[in-house]
């Protein structure tokens, strides 16, 4: 399995950006799927997540700025970031709990994708 990330980049504080993440592989089902952030010198941390009923969650400085969906059905989860800060700035890696064809069904494999960059400016 493999997680493909797109959408990062260079944006001026106040602006948009939206991340976009596409599973492929030997995928049987798809049991959540959610966005991770990693800034310079700091612990990779939690910014959303939502699973294939989709209920989502947010960690608390993403609330009201961002919005995760999905597409379960292609495979696909994306990170809408409005009125981004400087703050935001990071690697920010997709995440994915899958269940693999021909693996374990008692619980999902977890699995990273390769990161994209997002750098707010001042």
């Known amino acids: 399995v493999q997680l493909q990330a797109s959408g990062g980049g260079l944006v001026q504080a106040g602006g948009s950006l939206r991340l976009s993440c596409t599973a492929s592989g030997n995928i049987l089902l798809i049991n959540d799927m959610g966005w991770y952030r990693q800034a310079p010198g700091e612990q990779r941390e939690l910014v959303a997540t939502?699973?294939?009923?989709?209920?989502?969650h947010y960690e608390a400085s993403a609330k009201g700025r961002f919005t995760i969906s999905a597409d379960i059905a292609k495979r696909t989860v994306s990170l809408q970031m409005n009125s981004l800060k400087p703050e935001d700035s990071a690697v920010y890696y997709c995440?994915?709990?899958?269940?693999?064809?021909?693996?374990?069904?008692?619980?999902?494999?977890?699995?990273w994708g390769q990161g994209t960059q997002v750098t707010v400016s001042s």
């Open positions: 995440n994915a709990n899958i269940f693999t064809i021909g693996r374990s069904l008692s619980r999902p494999d977890n699995y």
């Open positions: 939502i699973t294939r009923d989709s209920t989502t």
